[in-house]
């Protein structure tokens, strides 16, 4: 008698072990992946911030020390008209954007951040920030966004925020708790989509965050603390609330500062270094390294 010949191959059984085993390994590689992808989007928005606190100090360097205003106006025709922007708007030139400060900064109808705001410009663009697509704003889907804020109890200090090219009472090598003790700019959420158009705490336009944009009293421009918050203004507490960590574009809030990275949210000094704090800060360390002169250490959760 011949015997059959013997056929390699899988059983049903051995098959569903390997497609288990596949599973689970894709199961493990996923979050892997995903935590790889973050760690490089907060990496790239931690250059960005580390170029435009750069920026900052080249514009000091031209101009004997003396830090950028918070807001901006350069008469462009004879007729007065004027181009204004915010602090992003004046350094331009100075993180490689040139081309976009001399076309605004001249005479046309649309001088200034009223045409600039429709500009995107990829050094304001934190990736994980999902309230974004390519610098463009998704609440609307034609303003340029900013998701980086200067910190304005240090830029708009002596009300400041609210003049035209005046700078604050510092230079960087005169702020009294010292450039590395003070931040410089902070995290925000490039659009507010769960936000009323008009905030109800300063009845003003602000569920956007255009990096264009001046500061006045309270403005869509990229500013944190808000200029009625601050020191002398009518809602200032005396303290400056605590970032938002691990939210939804739902819940961001323009009177507050946000970040969309799980945990933890960039800053950078004014030194020009870059740092990470995370939910664990406490409220009186985030206020004593926003305010420029407050003169206590920072705490032990710095």
């Not at 790889?36 to 101009?63: P, V, W």
């Not at 950028?68 to 004027?82: H, I």
């Not at 200067?150 to 009300?159: I, Y």
């Not at 960590?245 to 020009?272: E, K, R, W």
């Amino acid at each position: 008698m011949r015997s059959v010949p013997r056929r390699n191959g899988f059983t049903l059984v051995e098959l569903l072990v390997v497609i288990a085993i596949i599973a689970m390994l894709i199961g493990l590689l996923i979050p892997a992946v995903q935590a790889a992808r973050e760690a490089g989007r907060r990496t790239q928005c931690a250059n960005n911030m580390k170029q435009l606190t750069l920026s900052i100090h080249a514009y000091a360097a031209d101009f004997g020390g003396v830090l950028p205003p918070c807001n901006f106006a350069r008469a462009v025709s004879p007729s007065g008209g004027t181009a204004q922007g915010g602090i992003f708007y004046v350094l331009l030139p100075y993180y490689e954007q040139n081309s976009v400060f001399l076309t605004y900064t001249s005479s046309r109808p649309d001088a200034g951040y009223l045409g600039a705001q429709y500009v995107p410009i990829p050094t304001h663009v934190c990736p994980s920030d999902p309230t974004q697509l390519g610098g463009i704003s998704t609440l609307d889907g034609k303003s340029a966004t900013g998701a980086y804020s200067c910190n304005s109890a240090l830029f708009g200090a002596n009300g400041t925020f609210s003049q035209m090219n005046a700078p604050c009472q510092y230079r960087i090598d005169t702020i009294p708790d010292g450039s590395s003790n003070t931040i410089a700019l902070m995290e925000d959420s490039a659009s507010f989509p769960g936000f009323p158009a008009v905030d109800p705490q300063s009845g003003t336009f602000e569920n956007l965050m255009l990096w264009s944009w001046p500061a006045y009293l309270n403005s869509v421009g990229c500013y944190w603390p808000n200029g009625d918050e601050l020191p002398g203004q009518p809602n200032y507490i005396g303290s400056y609330p605590l970032p938002q960590f691990n939210i939804t574009p739902m819940q961001a809030d323009p009177n507050l500062c946000q970040c969309y990275h799980p945990g933890v949210m960039n800053i950078s000094m004014m030194d020009g270094s870059v740092r990470i704090i995370s939910q664990d800060l406490t409220q009186a360390t985030w206020t004593l390294a926003l305010n420029p002169g407050d003169g206590p250490p920072l705490g032990l959760d710095w």
